[in-house]
C-alpha cells in the first residue's frame, strides 16, 4: 500500500515499529511505494516558494530565482532525494553485520531509512513560504523527530538489544550527517559547472 504507515509512524510509532517489522515486502517495494512520492513534497513546494513567493532579507526588494533555474535546481534535489534515501538504506544494511547477531532481511534497512527521513520530506511543505526563520524552525524540529524515530525504531525492526541499538542508531546517524555533507559538496561542483541559480530581483 502507497504511504502505509507513514501517519502511524507519527501518532503511535511503537507499535507501528513493531508492524513494520513483521510485514513481509522487498526492499525494491518499500523504497518505490513511499519515496518517489514523499520526495515530490520538497521538489514541488521549493519550486514554488523560490520562483512565484519570492523572499524578502530586511526590507529589501523580493528576489526569486528564474523558472528554469528553479526547475533544474528543483529537479536535482528530487534526483538527489532519491539517491540519498537508498545509499542511506544500504549503508544500514551494512552495518547491522556489526551490529546484529542474525541475518537482517534487507527490507529492514529501508523501512528504517524511508520512515526516519519521512519527516524532513513532510516538513518541507514549508518551503512554499521562503521565509528563512520559519524554514530553520521547522526543519530542526523534524530533524529532531527522525533522530528519536532512529532510536526509538532500531531495536524494534533490528531485534536487537536496546543497548547496541543504541550504538547502532548513534553509527547511523554519523553516516547520515556524511551523505548531508557530501550532498552539499555536490551542491557547490553541480553550481561551479554551471548550473548555479539566476536570481531576478522585483523592485
Not at 515530490?40 to 528576489?63: D, E, M, N, Q, R
Request: hydrophobic share 55%; charged share 10%; proline share 5%.
Amino acid at each position: 500500500m502507497i504511504l502505509d504507515h507513514t501517519l502511524g509512524i507519527f501518532t503511535h510509532p511503537d507499535s507501528e515499529w513493531s508492524l513494520i517489522r513483521q510485514q513481509r515486502r522487498s526492499k525494491l517495494m518499500e523504497y518505490l511505494t513511499h519515496v518517489p512520492i514523499l520526495a515530490l513534497i520538497p521538489a514541488i513546494c521549493f519550486y514554488i516558494g523560490v520562483v512565484h513567493v519570492g523572499w524578502s532579507i530586511a526590507g529589501s526588494p523580493k528576489t526569486t530565482l528564474t523558472p528554469e533555474s528553479g526547475l533544474v535546481l528543483c529537479v536535482l534535489s528530487y534526483l538527489a532525494a532519491l539517491i540519498g534515501v537508498w545509499v542511506f538504506a544500504e549503508f544500514i544494511n551494512w552495518m547491522s553485520r556489526t551490529y546484529s547477531d542474525e541475518a537482517t532481511d534487507q527490507h529492514h534497512g529501508m523501512a528504517l531509512a524511508v520512515y526516519t527521513t519521512a519527516p524532513i520530506f513532510l516538513a518541507s511543505i514549508v518551503g512554499i513560504w521562503p521565509v528563512l526563520w520559519l524554514n530553520v524552525v521547522v526543519f530542526v524540529l523534524a530533524a529532531a523527530y527522525s533522530v528519536y524515530l532512529i532510536y526509538e525504531g532500531m531495536p524494534i525492526v533490528m531485534n536487537i538489544p536496546k543497548e547496541r541499538a543504541f550504538m547502532y542508531a548513534t553509527s547511523v546517524l554519523t553516516v547520515a550527517l556524511v551523505l548531508l555533507v557530501s550532498m552539499r559538496i555536490g551542491t557547490v561542483i553541480i553550481w561551479s559547472a554551471g548550473f548555479g541559480p539566476e536570481y531576478i530581483v522585483h523592485s
